[in-house]
């Protein structure tokens, strides 16, 4: 009370300020497990794997150190206290939940408006043959007319000189 809630901002940012770094520095620590476990491979490059770990994990811990920085400032940046009374809070709430039932019953009545002014149409009906059904073709040159399934009758379609004859 005496300080007018200004420890309470202070708690706060320290607060969000230790759980962010807690968060980041738990997973460099699983990333430095994760790269002392693939730097055993530079042995067979010929390579040190000390100095290689040395050298990732100093890039490791300033990203590290970057990204938490980052994250801090902007989590402080954006996130406030609430500084309106409770009151005011939940009739916004209320107004805002009235609006959202009327744009929704406006909706409903525009739909079923549009749904009674469309004209009924039919179904397209589709004759699809099957491939086991049997099926009259015609030559193209001869004129000779057979009777055969579909799958086999395909390939003579499909190569131009067969047509596949309507039936009745």
């Not at 009151?87 to 739909?111: C, G, L, N, P, Y």
Request: charged share 35%; glycine share 4%; aromatic share 8%.
């Amino acid at each position: 009370y005496n300080s007018e809630g200004k420890a309470l901002l202070q708690d706060f940012e320290k607060g969000i300020t230790l759980a962010l770094i807690d968060e980041n520095w738990k997973e460099h620590l699983r990333e430095m497990d994760e790269l002392r476990k693939s730097v055993q491979s530079a042995v067979y490059e010929q390579k040190d794997p000390l100095v290689i770990y040395k050298q990732e994990s100093f890039a490791l811990f300033s990203n590290m150190l970057d990204k938490t920085n980052k994250e801090i400032i902007s989590f402080l940046f954006k996130g406030s206290l609430p500084s309106t009374p409770e009151e005011s809070r939940i009739e916004q709430a209320k107004e805002v939940k009235q609006k959202t039932m009327e744009s929704r019953e406006f909706d409903d009545s525009r739909r079923k408006q549009q749904v009674q002014e469309r004209p009924v149409l039919e179904p397209i009906r589709v004759n699809k043959i099957g491939r086991n059904e049997v099926v009259n073709i015609r030559n193209l040159r001869t004129g000779e007319v057979k009777s055969l399934k579909f799958k086999q009758a395909q390939n003579l379609i499909d190569e131009g000189s067969w047509v596949l004859i309507e039936q009745d």
